[in-house]
T-cell receptor
Framework: GEDVEQSLFLSVREGDSSVINCTYT??????LYWYKQEPGAGLQLLTY?????DMKQDQRLTVLLNKKDKHLSLRIADTQTGDSAIYFC????????????FGTGTRLTIIP | EPEVTQTPSHQVTQMGQEVILRCVPI?????FYWYRQILGQKVEFLVS????????KSEIFDDQFSVERPDGSNFTLKIRSTKLEDSAMYFC??????????????FGDGTRLSIL
């Protein structure tokens, strides 16, 4: 079945860029998503990318997709304390499949 | 911005009891979903629902579980005869169209279910 993997922890100094990585196994993935979960809160959609794109930029967020290596990354520029959260990568495939398959989540900690 | 709302935020139930988790999806959305996240584990898909019927369910979603859209706004998940291992955060989500058409799922804040 589909699998999505992420490293569990990332620590970054305030003002630096954060890069959160994700790998997936499903070669039929069509859309890949990044969700943010702050403590006690739900899953907030940050951004998503269609599989025929290599890159998508949205203000401080840049998503890079390497479809050949099945690797997705989320870069957060000028990381702020408010960016502290768990970031989930998720994918969905195109066989009429509606479910999202999530990664383990990466806990991003900002060092002042 | 429209939101998915879930109630209650925390539900404590005795093992063996039935529990109903409630969700109000975003008003113009047509596809509804339930996921769960056991503490320390991944978010797992349970079921998707469209046009008043289940469109897909995972192997977790057995006869103990059921979903319903009792009126034009609510979407509920019923868990019969709860077990200790049902303790988890349950998330409701909705989307305008099928995922394959690029419409993302929007999630509620979740209901934390604790089975004693």
């Amino acid at each position: 079945g589909e699998d999505v993997e992420q490293s569990l922890f990332l620590s970054v100094r305030e003002g630096d860029s954060s890069v959160i990585n994700c790998t997936y196994t499903d070669s039929s993935s069509t859309y890949l998503y990044w969700y943010k979960q702050e403590p006690g809160a739900g899953l907030q959609l940050l951004t998503y990318i269609f599989s025929n794109m290599d890159m998508k930029q949205d203000q401080r967020l840049t998503v890079l997709l390497n479809k050949k290596d099945k690797h997705l990354s989320l870069r957060i520029a000028d990381t702020q304390t408010g960016d502290s959260a768990i970031y989930f990568c998720a994918e969905t495939s195109n066989f009429g499949n509606e479910k999202l398959t999530f990664g383990t989540g990466t806990r991003l900690t900002i060092i002042p | 911005e429209p939101e998915v709302t879930q109630t209650p935020s925390h539900q404590v139930t005795q093992m063996g009891q039935e529990v109903i988790l409630r969700c109000v999806p975003i008003s113009n959305h047509l596809y509804f979903y339930w996921y769960r996240q056991i503490l320390g584990q991944k978010v797992e898909f349970l079921v998707s629902f469209y046009n008043n019927e289940i469109s897909e369910k995972s192997e977790i979603f057995d006869d103990q579980f059921s979903v319903e859209r009792p009126d034009g706004s609510n979407f509920t998940l019923k868990i019969r005869s709860t077990k200790l291992e049902d303790s988890a955060m349950y998330f409701c989500a909705s989307s305008e169209r099928r995922q394959g058409a690029g419409q993302p799922q929007h999630f509620g804040d979740g209901t934390r279910l604790s089975i004693l």
